[in-house]
């Protein structure tokens, strides 16, 4: 592999796009995507590693290909592709990047991360890649997985090791890999890895990287378990999850979508607390609460992200 000394890091901003649910679809079955735009699905995860048999990944590269392409000539808005690449560890992986890093793309979901050191490395490829196919450097998400107990404890270099670093949290699948790095026994109540997910979510928070999603939940008949899991993350704080079935995708985004109710709960309370300051008081209390600017603040950002002026 290439050297990751000596290359400029890229530059731009930080992504700003919340994503409820990302979903998997195997790369070698893009005639899968109508379905993942049917269940509604926030952006789409186009895999090249493990859901990828030997045989099929020179197919899955350029079926996934040709579906950048084809995403790159639809209007803006439409369904954002990312694409996991396999462990940049090997020149496979950077051909990959050179397939995929271009328009219609994105981002480059990066697995097997272990050190700041994998996605420094990541984010040169990358720029290089940009540069190749005349796209603005930095434009390119890129979404570490932190698959191992190294990568879970440096969760905070990891994610401020590049700009373009974003949706980065711990996923925490029952038999995967971070199971058997930490060797926690995965139950579906996720007690043992509330703790887990808790720092990572600080970490990543503390370092920038923007609207940190979480996951898996591969019980796919099991709707009501992954409410109660998709719940305990967003009161974790985490803003959407990664998903593997279609069927998933309508719990989760409810889950991460604020009801109308507590969306008219937020406007009432910066009314009120606009309210009150024009008259010179800086607390007061709000439907038997005590609130002041700081849960007003909160209130705005939570109107403005979800379209609220």
Same mark, same amino acid.
């Given at each position: 592999?290439?050297?990751?000394?000596?290359?400029?890091?890229?530059?731009?901003?930080?992504?700003?796009?919340?994503?409820?649910?990302?979903?998997?679809v195997?790369?070698?079955?893009?005639?899968?995507?109508?379905?993942?735009?049917?269940?509604?699905?926030?952006?789409?995860?186009?895999?090249?590693?493990?859901?990828?048999?030997?045989?099929?990944?020179?197919?899955?590269?350029?079926?996934?290909?040709?579906?950048?392409a084809? #995403? %790159?000539?639809? /209007?803006?808005?439409?369904?954002? =592709?990312?694409?996991?690449?396999?462990? +940049?560890? *090997?020149?496979? &992986?950077?051909?990959?990047?050179?397939?995929?890093?271009?328009p219609g793309?994105?981002?480059?979901?990066?697995?097997?991360?272990?050190?700041?050191?994998?996605?420094?490395?990541?984010?040169?490829?990358?720029?290089?890649?940009?540069q190749?196919?005349?796209?603005?450097?930095?434009?390119?998400?890129?979404?570490?997985?932190?698959?191992?107990?190294r990568?879970?404890?440096?969760?905070?270099?990891?994610?401020a090791a590049?700009?373009?670093?974003?949706?980065?949290g711990?996923?925490?699948?029952?038999?995967?890999?971070?199971?058997?790095?930490?060797?926690?026994?995965?139950?579906p109540q996720?007690?043992?890895?509330?703790?887990?997910?808790?720092?990572?979510?600080?970490?990543?928070? #503390? %370092?920038?990287? /923007?609207?940190p999603?979480?996951? =898996?939940?591969?019980?796919?008949?099991? +709707?009501? *378990?992954?409410? &109660?899991?998709?719940?305990?993350?967003?009161?974790?704080g985490?803003?959407?999850?990664?998903?593997?079935?279609?069927?998933?995708i309508?719990?989760?985004?409810e889950?991460?979508?604020?009801?109308?109710?507590?969306?008219?709960?937020?406007?009432r309370?910066?009314?009120?607390?606009?309210?009150?300051?024009?008259?010179?008081?800086?607390?007061?209390?709000?439907?038997?609460?005590?609130?002041?600017?700081?849960?007003a603040?909160?209130?705005?950002?939570?109107?403005?992200?979800?379209?609220?002026?």
């Open positions: 592999m290439p050297s990751d000394a000596g290359t400029p890091a890229s530059g731009g901003a930080r992504a700003t796009a919340p994503l409820r649910s990302l979903l998997f195997p790369g070698h079955r893009t005639d899968w995507l109508p379905k993942a735009r049917a269940a509604g699905a926030d952006a789409v995860i186009l895999d090249l590693e493990d859901a990828v048999p030997a045989p099929d990944k020179p197919l899955a590269r350029a079926r996934v290909a040709e579906a950048l084809e #995403a %790159a000539a639809e /209007p803006a808005g439409a369904m954002p =592709l990312f694409v996991r690449i396999n462990p +940049l560890d *090997g020149w496979t &992986a950077a051909d990959e990047l050179r397939a995929v890093v271009r793309s994105a981002g480059i979901v990066l697995p097997k991360v272990h050190t700041a050191a994998d996605v420094r490395l990541a984010d040169r490829l990358i720029t290089w890649c940009e190749e196919h005349g796209l603005p450097v930095g434009t390119t998400t890129l979404v570490p997985l932190l698959e191992s107990a990568a879970l404890h440096d969760a905070y270099d990891i994610a590049a700009p373009r670093v974003a949706h980065a711990a996923l925490t699948a029952p038999g995967g890999d971070v199971e058997r790095a930490v060797g926690y026994r995965w139950s996720g007690t043992e890895t509330v703790a887990l997910r808790s720092r990572v979510l600080l970490d990543v928070r #503390a %370092a920038g990287a /923007p609207y999603v979480t996951g =898996l939940w591969t019980h796919l008949a099991d +709707l009501a *378990g992954l409410r &109660a899991f998709a719940e305990q993350n967003r009161a974790l985490y803003d959407g999850m990664m998903a593997i079935h279609p069927a998933h309508p719990v989760i985004n889950v991460f979508t604020p009801t109308p109710e507590e969306l008219d709960r937020c406007a309370l910066v009314a009120a607390v606009e309210s009150a300051q024009r008259t010179g008081t800086g607390a007061l209390t709000f439907e038997g609460q005590m609130v002041d600017e700081a849960m603040a909160t209130a705005r950002a939570v109107l403005t992200r979800h379209g609220h002026s």
